[in-house]
């Protein structure tokens, strides 16, 4: 069905469309990307990156070799940080999901997150 030109569909079946990459789980640190770009090579002081991420900056994942991905809950329309994972910001963690990759941008769509160690 269309509404205006453009598909119509409901909130509940477009928040389960299937995200198409690579399985994946990788270690490394979760961050904003305000901070992570703006002072590059520094620590922010503690819930820094966790104000930046609740004030709607894009959620930065660096693995332990370096690479960086922005990280996107695997059901649209969801947060990606929710409270229960908010403890897991600047810290040691493994991501798992779903990799996809773009032109120039890498993302991992989140399953789960865990504390590394």
Known sequence: MTAG?????????AGKAAVKGEEVAIGGTISCTYCTFAHAGKLCPEGCC????KAGDPVLF???????????AKQMHK????TKR????GVPVRVKGVLARGK???VIFVEDITKAG
Do not use: M, N, R
């Open 5 to 13: 030109g453009f598909l119509a569909i409901g909130a509940e079946e």
């Open 50 to 53: 966790l104000s930046c991420i």
């Open 86 to 89: 908010s403890k897991l910001v």
């Open 79 to 82: 947060p990606v940080i929710t």
């Open 62 to 72: 660096t693995g332990a070799d370096g690479t960086q991905y922005l990280l996107l």
């Open 104 to 106: 120039g941008v890498q």
